[in-house]
């Protein structure tokens, strides 16, 4: 598509303290561009292990992209993740999760035809 979109993943933590593992770790962040560049961002190297990065000066152009409706975050597991990160972030109101962390395309969502019973590089290409 001629729409921006950029992969997006959340790793969980699997310490002791938390085996739930709903500790984020890492939010994972990748150029549609097999050459582009990815952002690896370490949540525990922030204050709170990145529990503030909502109010954060420093991390206000990572809100404005991940905000941004017209760039799509994909990935499988992508709207769990964004609830997930979000719920850190102390977001819980449906409306409020929409507004921080929109545009998300969920490729393991049956419903959406432009990657059903598709093969992984179909998806990607039909998606991004």
Not at 1 to 30: H, K, N, W
Not at 53 to 78: F, P, W, Y
């Amino acid at each position: 598509g001629d729409d921006p979109a950029i992969g997006f993943d959340v790793e969980y933590c699997s310490l002791e303290m938390d085996i739930r593992m709903t500790l984020p770790a890492m939010l994972q962040l990748a150029s549609s561009d097999p050459k582009g560049p990815v952002g690896l961002i370490w949540l525990d190297k922030f204050p709170n292990h990145g529990k503030d990065m909502i109010g954060d000066a420093d991390c206000e152009a990572l809100i404005s992209i991940l905000s941004t409706s017209g760039i799509s975050k994909v990935g499988v597991g992508v709207s769990k993740d964004a609830k997930h990160l979000a719920a850190w972030w102390g977001i819980t109101d449906k409306q409020d999760v929409g507004y921080y962390l929109s545009g998300i395309v969920d490729l393991e969502d049956d419903w959406d035809d432009r990657i059903n019973k598709k093969s992984l590089q179909e998806m990607c290409e039909s998606v991004l």
